[in-house]
C-alpha cells in the first residue's frame, strides 16, 4: 500500500523558516516525480514545485520562487521543502504527492501557519 | 501559465440527479487534464487523468471528457458519498488547479 506521510508543519512567525518532511513507503520512490501542492484555510489547490525521479530537475510556483526549495532522498525514501522568508500568505496545508502529470497518491497534509 | 477557470462554482442536487461540471482553460490542453476529488479535512483524490481515463478503483459513474480549451466531469447518478468539492488540473503549460466546484445537498 502507498503511503505518504508528512511532517514538519507548525507556527512560524513572518520572515522565518520551516522544513517539511514527506516520508514514503509501498512504492519505488525513485522512479516516480514528486510534487508539493498546498491548500490555504478555504480556498483551492496551489501547485508549489515538483522535483524529477533524481532530483536533476525543479520547478517551483512563481510566488515561492527564490524562498523554497524542493527536495529528495531516493535511499530514505524522503521528500523535503525548506521554505525561507515566509509570508502570512504561505500559510496552508502542505500535501506530497506522487506524479508529474496527475497526482495519484496523496498524503494527509501537515498544517504551516505563518503569523507574529 | 495556463488559467483554469471551472463552473459553476457550486451546485444543489439530489442524489440520483445528473451533475455535469466545466472546466475552461485559457490556452488549449492537449492531453494532461485531470479531475479530483476533496472532502473536508481529506486530501484530493484523483478521478480522471488524461482527460479522460478514469483512475482505478473510481465508480464508473465518474466520467470526463472535452477537448482543446473546454473539459467536464460528469457523475451521472449522484450518490451520497458524491458531495464534495472537485478540482480539475491540467499538466500543459507548468502545473495548475481550477478553482473548484463544491457540489452539495439539495
Known amino acids: 500500500e502507498v503511503q505518504l506521510m508528512e511532517s514538519g508543519g507548525a507556527l512560524v512567525q513572518p520572515g522565518g523558516s520551516l522544513r517539511l518532511s514527506c516520508a514514503a513507503s509501498g512504492f519505488t520512490f525513485g522512479s516516480y516525480w514528486m510534487t508539493w501542492v498546498r491548500q490555504a484555510p478555504g480556498k483551492g489547490l496551489e501547485w508549489v514545485a515538483n522535483i524529477k525521479q533524481g532530483g536533476s530537475e525543479t520547478y517551483y510556483v512563481d510566488s515561492v520562487k527564490g524562498r523554497f526549495t524542493i527536495s529528495r532522498d531516493n535511499a530514505k525514501k524522503s521528500l523535503f521543502l525548506q521554505m525561507n522568508s515566509l509570508r502570512a500568505e504561505d500559510t496552508a496545508v502542505y500535501y506530497c504527492?506522487?506524479?508529474?502529470?496527475?497526482?495519484?497518491?496523496w498524503g494527509q497534509g501537515t498544517l504551516v501557519t505563518v503569523s507574529s | 501559465d495556463i488559467q483554469l477557470t471551472q463552473s459553476p462554482s457550486s451546485v444543489s442536487a439530489s442524489v440520483g440527479d445528473r451533475v455535469t461540471i466545466t472546466c475552461r482553460a485559457s490556452?488549449?490542453?492537449?492531453?494532461?487534464l485531470a479531475w479530483y476529488q476533496q472532502k473536508p479535512g481529506k486530501a484530493p483524490k484523483l478521478l480522471i487523468y488524461g482527460i479522460s481515463s478514469l483512475q482505478s478503483g473510481v465508480p464508473s459513474r465518474f466520467s470526463g471528457s472535452g477537448s482543446g480549451t473546454d473539459f467536464t466531469l460528469t457523475i451521472s447518478s449522484l450518490q451520497p458519498e458524491d458531495f464534495a468539492t472537485y478540482y480539475c488540473q491540467q499538466a500543459n503549460s507548468f502545473l495548475s488547479f481550477g478553482g473548484g466546484t463544491k457540489v452539495d445537498v439539495k
Open positions: 504527492a506522487t506524479g508529474y502529470y496527475h497526482y495519484d497518491n
Open positions: 490556452r488549449v490542453i492537449t492531453s494532461w
